[in-house]
């Protein structure tokens, strides 16, 4: 899901970039205003843990490999906003020393993985209202939250490629960006993760999400929503 | 002022054993390389190389020629010799390549939100 160089045009990776840097600057601001000092710690530990789940490439059906990204329970966790600087951080990491995802598509990537990504899995996990007594509603919620989340993630990315043939061709019809259009983009990469890689990234939020109900419920954002960093 | 920098690193028990999950999943990597080996699969969707574009579609997007090599990163696809195919060093580069991205991942974050949270 790390968009390489040269697949998206700028027409594409400019405002991809700026909606993520207006997303990155508020978010600085709620985590100054909702995460307590004794968190920086887990920010740390979350942005560690999505680097290292996204080495985890697993093979499908049809000759490609795919992962999963951890962003789920992390704004589960610790709240959207805080997974948006966490999950970015890795990703920003990723592409500059591991040329994992491109320079120019930072923007895009860090926006479909690290913004669109923890919104969609906290609201979607917010739907249950999901309270500390219930361990298997918890359970469930964390699934699909995982599972839709990254599946949604994948249509998105599946998305900005399948525009770029009908954005940007050289006259003689040859795609200068990603050649592959909606039609072939969003069902391959769509269906990888509805049969694979959604269902890791749902077992690892629901595996995740349940340690922390047992260990230390008050830590969950989504369930506390920030009341006991509130109070301390 | 160090003082309180220094308290803000002090961890407790729960996230001594989230580190330690994290340096063992660093050592369960190799997975990312044996099991699309295994399967031999390719590279993911959307993720191909000029090259290999070139054989799926007859030509190299005019885009992608000029801009999929403009970054050199230091560890390209997280191994430190892209033409050794030898499973065994890819799993050991994999393992070193995740360690140094985790820790760096992590030190920066406590930086970065060190910097950015004042309440304590």
């Known amino acids: 899901m790390h968009i390489p160089d040269g697949y998206l045009s700028p027409q594409t990776y400019i405002p991809l970039f700026g909606a993520f840097a207006a997303t990155a600057a508020v978010a600085v601001k709620k985590v100054k205003e909702k995460v307590s000092a004794r968190n920086i710690p887990y920010l740390g530990m979350a942005g560690a843990f999505s680097f290292i789940i996204m080495m985890f490439n697993l093979p499908v059906p049809g000759g490609t490999t795919g992962h999963a990204v951890g962003g789920a329970v992390i704004a589960i966790l610790l709240g959207p906003w805080a997974a948006t600087i966490a999950v970015a951080v890795a990703l920003v990491i990723q592409a500059f020393i591991f040329g994992d995802g491109g320079i120019t598509a930072l923007g895009a990537n860090c926006f479909n993985m690290a913004v669109f990504m923890p919104f969609t899995a906290y609201f979607i996990f917010r739907l249950f209202r999901v309270t500390p007594q219930n361990k298997s509603r918890a359970s469930f919620a964390g699934f699909v939250s995982g599972y839709f989340s990254l599946v949604m993630t994948a249509i998105l990315t599946a998305a900005e490629f399948g525009i770029q043939p009908l954005i940007a061709s050289s006259p003689d019809g040859r795609a200068l960006y990603c050649p592959y259009d909606l039609s072939v983009a969003v069902p391959a990469m769509a269906l990888e993760h509805l049969l694979v890689f959604g269902i890791v990234e749902g077992l690892i939020t629901m595996i995740v999400v349940n340690y922390f109900l047992k260990n230390e419920p008050e830590l969950i954002y989504a369930i506390s929503n920030g009341k006991a960093t509130d109070n301390k | ?120």
């Not at chain 2, 002022?1 to 994290?22: F, P, S």
């Open chain 2, 1 to 120: 002022m160090q003082l309180v920098m220094a308290k803000r690193l002090i961890i407790n028990k729960l996230q001594k054993r989230i580190l330690i999950v994290l340096l063992v999943l660093c050592f369960l990597t190799p997975a990312g390389v044996l099991l699309p080996a295994l399967f031999d699969t390719g590279d993911a969707w959307g993720e191909w190389s000029a090259q290999t574009m070139n054989e799926m579609v007859g030509y190299v997007p005019r885009g992608l020629a000029k801009y999929s090599d403009k970054w050199k990163a230091p560890v390209p696809d997280y191994t430190i010799n892209s033409k050794d195919h030898s499973l065994v060093h890819r799993s050991g580069y994999y393992v070193v390549s995740g360690v140094l991205g985790a820790t760096v991942t992590y030190v920066a974050l406590l930086l970065i939100s060190g910097f950015i949270i004042k309440n304590e």
